[in-house]
């Protein structure tokens, strides 16, 4: 019988392709989501199409504060090599229109649908009559209707409670031990694993943005310079 702990894992990267944003190996430990066949348990926050595309996550969470835009949904599809979950509303955009940019984001390829806190449960009820995706429902407090939710049509919840998100996690896990659950992990591995043990299948991770990037590269090719001078 063959040793699972003893088995190689090959990793391979390209010389331009190693320079990548690699998510926390903790997130690891989580059980994942498996959507369509495809086992997901760590999502980049993000709408970067540049951090999409060098990045090591499962799949990618793209809510931005803005009205969601088909233009936009085609563009993160397009340039991600892994599933996308893409906003369509349910904060600032209400209503039919939620509706309607969830069918079209279904039909651009992404693999799942994110809405807000404030949407309504007969928004999602009507979205699940529409598509055929995984309707991703954003939750910030425990004191949500979680069954309400789900009863409408939320296939996965995606906790965001900030440092109360384990919390919140832990009080779902209790009555709904089967719902999956996508969690904001915070700053640490501590936290990722705490939500993680809290109950969460899947973390969200938001990397450092670009111009954080840029200035730890900016600073070493000066002192590069500094060096050489």
């Known amino acids: 019988m063959t040793n699972k702990k003893n088995k190689n894992v090959p990793d391979i990267k390209g010389t331009l392709r190693s320079h990548m944003i690699e998510l926390p190996q ?10 369509f066949g495809k086992r997901l348990k760590s999502f980049v926050f993000s709408t970067d199409v540049a951090v999409i595309r060098n990045t090591n996550a499962d799949a990618i969470i793209a809510v931005y504060p803005f009205t969601p835009q088909p233009v936009i949904t085609a563009a993160l599809v397009l340039a991600a090599d892994v ?20 069918l079209d984001a279904e ?13 309504s449960n007969e928004v999602i009820g009507l979205i699940r009559e529409t598509i055929d995706i995984p309707i991703v429902v954003t ?12 009863n409408s049509g939320a296939t996965i919840l995606n906790v965001s409670g900030a440092k109360r998100t384990a919390y919140i996690v832990r009080k779902i896990r209790e009555k709904f031990p089967d719902v999956p659950i996508i969690a904001t992990g915070g700053p640490n591995d501590d936290s990722i694993l705490e939500t993680i043990e809290a109950g969460a299948n899947a973390i969200t ?17 000066r002192k590069r310079y500094e060096e050489e001078s």
Request: glycine fraction near 12%; aromatic fraction near 8%; charge should be positive.
């Open 107 to 119: 039909f651009k390829g992404a693999m799942g649908v994110v809405v807000n806190s404030p949407t």
């Open 139 to 150: 939750v910030v407090s425990e004191y949500e209707d979680i069954e309400a939710r789900i």
């Open 83 to 102: 599933p996308v979950f893409c906003g369509v509303g349910g904060g600032l955009t209400m209503g039919k229109r939620v509706v309607n940019l969830a």
């Open 205 to 221: 991770y938001t990397p450092e943005t670009n111009a954080d990037i840029f200035k730890d590269m900016m600073k070493n090719y």
């Open 26 to 35: 903790v997130i690891r430990n989580a059980t994942g989501i498996r959507v």
